[in-house]
C-alpha cells in the first residue's frame, strides 16, 4: 500500500484530489471537511516525507496540526445518529463547555447551540453541519 519510489501511501491514487487535503491522506480538508483518508496522493506536489505540509502544520499552514474531531462526509442536522453525531457533541463540549451528554443521538437542543455557533461565527445559521461548518470547527479545534 506505499509507493516504493516515496514511501507515500498509495490510497486511492485513481480517484480525485481532495480540495484542502494537499498531499495528506490524513486530518480533514478545511475546505471540505471531509476526510483526506481517500485523497489522490501525487509525487510531484512537496516533500513525499510530509505528503507536501510541514509536520505540524494543517493544511493551510497555520500549524495546528490535523483535526482532532470527525465529522464524517455528510451532513449533519436534527435525527443524525452515529459516531460523527459523537464527535459533533465531544466538540461542543470542548470548545463550548457544554456537557452534552455524548450519545450520538443530534436532537433539537444540540441544533439551537449549532445554530448560535453558526450565527456567532458569520456562518450561515441553518443548523446543518455541513462543509462550511465543518472547516470552521476544524480551524476552531487548535485554538
Not at 507515500?8 to 491522506?25: D, E, F, M, S
Not at 474531531?69 to 463547555?97: C, D, P, Y
Not at 455524548?102 to 436532537?107: A, E, L, P
Request: charged content about 20%.
Amino acid at each position: 500500500l506505499f509507493n516504493i519510489a516515496n514511501g507515500q501511501l498509495c490510497v486511492n491514487n485513481a480517484g480525485p484530489q481532495i480540495p484542502g487535503c494537499g498531499n495528506r491522506t490524513t486530518g480533514f480538508s478545511a475546505a471540505t471537511g471531509q476526510s483526506c483518508l481517500l485523497n489522490r496522493v501525487t509525487a510531484s506536489s512537496g516533500d513525499s516525507s510530509t505528503g507536501g505540509v510541514q509536520q505540524g502544520e494543517d493544511q493551510q499552514g497555520k500549524g495546528k496540526g490535523p483535526a482532532k474531531h470527525n465529522f464524517g462526509n455528510s451532513i449533519l442536522k436534527n435525527g443524525s445518529r452515529g459516531e460523527a453525531a459523537k464527535e459533533l457533541q465531544r466538540f461542543l463540549n470542548e470548545v463550548l463547555k457544554l456537557g452534552l451528554v455524548v450519545d450520538g443521538k443530534i436532537g433539537p437542543k444540540t441544533i439551537a447551540v449549532i445554530k448560535k455557533w453558526q450565527a456567532d461565527r458569520g456562518l450561515v445559521a441553518d443548523g446543518l453541519v455541513g462543509p462550511s461548518t465543518k472547516a470552521k470547527m476544524h480551524e476552531e479545534e487548535g485554538d
